[in-house]
């Protein structure tokens, strides 16, 4: 099993343009979930899927996030446009229900 | 709201020492509790976690944790600590009903050769 996949790996960015970042679970895992990680605010769930299907995104920060899993196998979250503030590392994790969350490898986002 | 608090900003021991990290969560009815390893620039991994039975729980590379339910508490230890163990560890907590991960902020620990 190759765990969760993130990409990129790394992201620099100008101030207003648009990012996307991608996941792809592991393969039966029904949970999707996608964290921001900061030194000021640690670990913080933007939005998390079951079935493909969003069901809290609470975490969001604003509009200029959006969230979408098209499929089982493949998320991405936007932001757009970015700002120097969205800089952070960013975290999908997968899970089979309430056990077995793994995380990726991170994407480190920084806005200039 | 739910919450977690993981006691320690930053803890320095020497090779060999004793460790325990605490972590603390607030009530909100059955949990399961996990304490996760992030080493330097890399992604968090699963040291141990708990659903049910045995509060003493093991985990990989010679950590430990008990859960005392009364206290609220999840904490973790190591009877002696490496370099290799350098690293921030986390707390998280999943709430009966819930489905997600929250997390307290975290416990760097520094281990002097």
């Known amino acids: 099993d190759a765990g969760v996949i993130q990409s990129p790996r790394h992201e620099v960015t100008e101030m207003g343009q648009e990012v996307t970042l991608r996941c792809k679970p592991i393969?039966?895992?029904?949970?999707l979930f996608w964290y921001r990680q900061t030194m000021m605010r640690g670990l913080e769930l933007l939005i998390y899927?079951?079935?493909?299907?969003?069901?809290?995104d609470s975490g969001m920060p604003e509009d200029r996030f959006s969230a979408k899993m098209p499929n089982a196998s493949f998320s991405t979250l936007k932001i757009q446009p970015s700002e120097p503030r969205d800089s952070a590392v960013y975290f999908c994790?997968?899970?089979?229900?309430?056990?077995?969350?793994?995380f990726g490898s991170g994407t480190r986002l920084t806005v200039v | 709201a739910q919450s977690v608090s993981q006691h320690n900003h930053h803890v320095i021991l020497s090779e060999a020492a004793s460790l325990e990290l605490g972590c603390n969560y607030s009530y909100g009815g059955t949990v399961n509790l996990f304490w996760y390893v992030q080493y330097p620039g890399q992604h968090l991994q699963l040291l141990l976690k708990?659903?049910?039975?045995?509060?003493l729980v093991k985990g990989i590379k010679g950590f430990e944790a008990e859960f005392i339910k009364s206290k609220f508490s999840f904490n973790l230890r190591k009877p002696s600590v490496q370099w290799s163990d350098t690293a921030e560890y986390f707390c998280a907590v999943n709430w009966a009903g819930s489905y997600q991960l929250t997390f307290g902020k975290g416990t760097k620990l520094s281990v002097i050769p």
């Open positions: 899927f079951n079935n493909n299907v969003p069901i809290d």
């Open positions: 393969s039966g895992h029904d949970y």
């Open positions: 994790a997968s899970s089979l229900g309430r056990v077995g969350y793994t």
């Open positions: 708990y659903f049910s039975g045995d509060p």
